[in-house]
């Protein structure tokens, strides 16, 4: 009798990673998670060197790492969560002969220099450093600004999109993202694993850019608000003020590094979302609809 395959997924609880673990487990695989709380017992504060990874990828035969944060904090260090745990991951799927690895990255991150784009992009160039060395067959993706109704930034630009007046900050108007639903996202990584002649860094994007203020006019008009809302910038002092405040405060939606992020154009125009896809990506006007089919 032939078993399924088994993938070890890292950030099975957080928003991506739910919606890859079951899209995972629709396609047939055998799904092992790996958290403080998971099947496989792992805390990505400390398994920072590759023997604390042997236990957990025992009978796997992919993995998957989607964690991901965006506060750096004592609590939650980026530099171990981002970097140092998925390098000894990585090193330890090498060890094992475990050559299929998925890193769930972020567009931008290349040239960002936020400690989230460090992060990110060393952890990233880890994985391809042992692409290159044909240790692994990894592949780092990239993608811009994920829809889904579960997701934080989801719920907050869907308030906005709520309010007849809107106040952003000027960056923020002015950036451009390409965003795309997170089923999708998942239905990618589910398709990685199966095939892996794609290697190397893939851009995810969707099919059409827009301006923050034009993306969150498209969700307004989703939700039957029949009249625009008016957008005003926010003075750059006010901004920054807020966003120093929103540093000391965990909940808030506005802190320095999401302002940073947020201020930054993320766009692509690789096309790789419908390559792998093998389909036109959702579009944002259909967003909404197609989250609640």
Not at 71 to 95: E, G, T, V, Y
Not at 242 to 270: V, Y
Request: hydrophobic share 45%; glycine share 8%; with cysteine.
């Amino acid at each position: 009798m032939m078993h399924s395959p088994t993938v070890l997924l890292c950030g099975a609880n957080g928003f991506i990673g739910r919606h890859i673990h079951a899209r995972l487990l629709q396609a047939g695989w055998q799904v092992k998670t790996a958290s403080r709380h998971g099947e496989a017992r792992i805390d990505f504060r400390r398994a920072t060197i590759a023997g604390h990874w042997l236990d957990a990828l025992h009978g796997v035969d992919a993995v998957i790492n989607a964690v991901g944060i965006l506060r750096d904090h004592p609590s939650q260090p980026m530099a171990a969560i981002h970097d140092a745990a998925p390098r000894a991951l990585f090193d330890a799927c090498a060890q094992l002969g475990i050559r299929r690895v998925v890193q769930v990255s972020a567009l931008g991150v290349a040239e960002g220099d936020t400690a989230y784009a460090r992060s990110k992009r060393s952890a990233d160039e880890h994985l391809l450093a042992l692409n290159a060395q044909g240790q692994l067959d990894g592949v780092v993706l990239r993608p811009s600004l994920v829809f889904g109704m579960d997701g934080d930034s989801t719920r907050l630009f869907l308030r906005l999109a709520r309010l007849p007046v809107l106040l952003l900050p000027k960056a923020v108007i002015r950036a451009r993202v390409q965003p795309l639903a997170v089923w999708e996202l998942a239905e990618v990584c589910s398709r990685l694993l199966k095939d892996n002649h794609d290697t190397g860094v893939l851009e995810l994007a969707g099919p059409q850019a827009l301006g923050m203020g034009a993306y969150i006019a498209c969700l307004r008009q989703q939700l039957g608000k029949t009249t625009p809302a008016r957008v005003l910038p926010l003075p750059d002092a006010i901004t920054h003020a807020a966003a120093r405040i929103g540093d000391a405060l965990p909940l808030s939606p506005l802190f320095s590094e999401a302002l940073q992020l947020l201020a930054r154009d993320n766009c692509s125009e690789t096309g790789h979302l419908a390559r792998l896809l093998q389909r036109p990506p959702c579009a944002p006007d259909d967003f909404l609809a197609a989250a609640t089919e």
